[in-house]
């Protein structure tokens, strides 16, 4: 079943709803509808199966993303945040064809084409050919006026085909792609629609951007239930309690550090956002002080707090927060509760030996992705059969978490991965762009301070001196990784403090931040 199946039978069910609120602009599922068919008629007669997605939140990201899937293609989106050259790799790793522009991200597009001497399809759905700058003539250009004809055709999919692909950070320094099949989110939807009840009468946020596996969950849930999509602004993403109150949201689906901020600004007080139904966060450990702030401010919300990697389809466990009962907390942090009925979860020791104590989170079902993209060697480490299971395929997630009263609560990550604003890292990655910057072998990375495996800050000790100024520096680190990855500072230092094992020692380094 192709995923774009359930936005059509909501189309049909619920042509006149409002499908998606965006740019203070509302679009019915029969005109957004349009758009779709006016899009995939022209993605049907294009070559290669990826279509990078060069949009902000707006209306021609999402129906291009619904179009990919109409049209049996796979959605790749880019960041028109991110630096430049990190949207040309994910464009070049994805080996996409195709890529679809919306107005405000044509000066974006335009200056990553030089780096591309083969043939793209550029289509531009919202503007017209005068609009459109000069391009090289080896680039094929689809404008709004090309776009006369609709399609109806839903190219059918096997269980297997890809809906999206997205790139985390590698370890390598070279984003990793992860792909994400139409049975893994139809699966992923078809649980949660009925845990959470979904009418055609709710409105869902949008928060995330679409490079972020979070914004796959408001996406398809809203669309399958015949409900709303709002889109949060970006000018008021920090503060949306007004947003909240005005489109009188009804589910609430974000990051726990963005609720933080919401009480910095002194937008929780009780009783403050009546209308939302339910509340679910993702993507970082949830406080019990913030989800209690929540509960009061929110003070109709059933909050569901979730777990999951960008590889297992944005979450795979849930622990529903009681009402008048004691939440199950340790340290302060939610548990994570258990896996998904659907899915299967268990936890390995150090050589991968399964026990139900404490150990590293494997995960499997149909969730779960199948490997990363054109990388077999880093598949093959990640998605292994474990001891005892039989011939089932498992992915390591390098999550270490344990059991207590029957519940999981997460402990921390496994590796050097780190989490800063919900987005996962890799401090390889950073380690790696700024030895390249300074020329220098020896850069090491620590998060710090880390409270309940999120970091606040980044700080980079380089060992060695540099005639280059950190701000110089840190300007030519913005062109590369994106504004979440970059240090607070950077530090030069005589020679790193090693331990008896001879590894760099990390609590030495540490006093130098403090």
């Not at 949009?55 to 790749?76: E, M, R, W």
């Not at 759905?125 to 004809?149: C, G, Q, R, V």
């Not at 062109?479 to 609590?507: A, C, H, Q, S, T």
Request: hydrophobic share 35%; proline share 5%; net charge negative.
């Amino acid at each position: 079943m192709n995923l774009y199946s359930i936005f059509n039978n909501s189309k049909q069910n619920y042509p006149d709803n409002i499908a998606l609120m965006v740019d203070n602009t509302s679009y019915s599922y029969k005109k957004l509808g349009e758009i779709i068919n006016k899009i995939s008629d022209r993605l049907l007669n294009t070559e290669g199966n990826q279509i990078a997605l060069m949009a902000h939140k707006s209306v021609i990201a999402y129906a291009g993303l619904l179009a990919a899937l109409k049209s049996g293609k796979t959605y790749v989106p880019l960041n028109p945040k991110f630096p430049k050259s990190r949207n040309i790799k994910i464009i070049s790793l994805s080996e996409s064809r195709v890529v679809l522009v919306d107005n405000r991200c044509i000066n974006n597009l335009v200056e990553l084409l030089p780096e591309f001497e083969q043939s793209l399809t550029l289509i531009f759905p919202e503007t017209a050919k005068e609009d459109i700058p000069e391009i090289a003539s080896h680039h094929t250009i689809i404008s709004k006026e090309d776009l006369i004809n609709e399609n109806n055709t839903i190219v059918d999919v096997d269980k297997d085909h890809l809906a999206y692909l997205l790139f985390t950070s590698g370890s390598t320094g070279v984003p990793k792609g992860v792909p994400i099949s139409h049975t893994n989110v139809l699966s992923y939807v078809n649980y949660l629609i009925d845990r959470y009840d979904v009418k055609p009468t709710d409105r869902f946020s949008h928060v995330p951007d679409l490079t972020f596996d979070l914004s796959v969950h408001d996406l398809y849930l809203s669309f399958k239930g015949g409900a709303g999509l709002y889109c949060v602004p970006d000018n008021v993403v920090m503060a949306p309690a007004k947003f909240i109150n005005t489109h009188q949201l009804t589910f609430w689906c974000s990051v726990p550090s963005l609720i933080q901020i919401m009480g910095r600004f002194k937008m929780l007080k009780p009783g403050n956002f009546p209308s939302i139904r339910w509340s679910v966060y993702c993507g970082e450990p949830l406080p019990k002080a913030v989800a209690e702030q929540w509960q009061k401010a929110a003070s109709n919300t059933e909050i569901d707090n979730v777990y999951g990697p960008t590889e297992t389809t944005v979450s795979i466990t849930h622990y529903q927060l009681p009402r008048n009962e004691e939440i199950k907390e340790n340290n302060g942090v939610v548990c994570i509760g258990s896996v998904f009925d659907t899915q299967e979860l268990c936890l390995v020791d150090e050589n991968d030996i399964p026990n139900e104590v404490e150990g590293e989170i494997c995960l499997s079902g149909s969730q779960v992705a199948k490997g990363y993209w054109k990388d077999e060697d880093t598949t093959k480490k990640q998605f292994v059969k474990l001891k005892g299971k039989g011939d089932k395929i498992w992915y390591k997630t390098g999550d270490i978490a344990k059991y207590e009263d029957g519940l999981l609560f997460y402990v921390a990550r496994k590796d050097f991965q780190v989490k800063i604003r919900g987005y996962r890292i890799e401090l390889d990655e950073i380690n790696d762009a700024i030895a390249k910057i300074t020329e220098k072998t020896m850069v090491y990375t620590i998060p710090y301070p880390v409270v309940n495996g999120i970091a606040d800050n980044l700080y980079t000790f380089v060992e060695g001196n540099s005639e280059q100024a950190k701000k110089d520096i840190l300007l030519k680190l913005s062109k590369i990784l994106p504004n979440y990855m970059l240090p607070k500072d950077i530090l030069f230092i005589p020679e790193f403090p090693l331990n008896m094992n001879g590894k760099v020692d990390r609590k030495k380094l540490i006093e130098k931040i403090i």
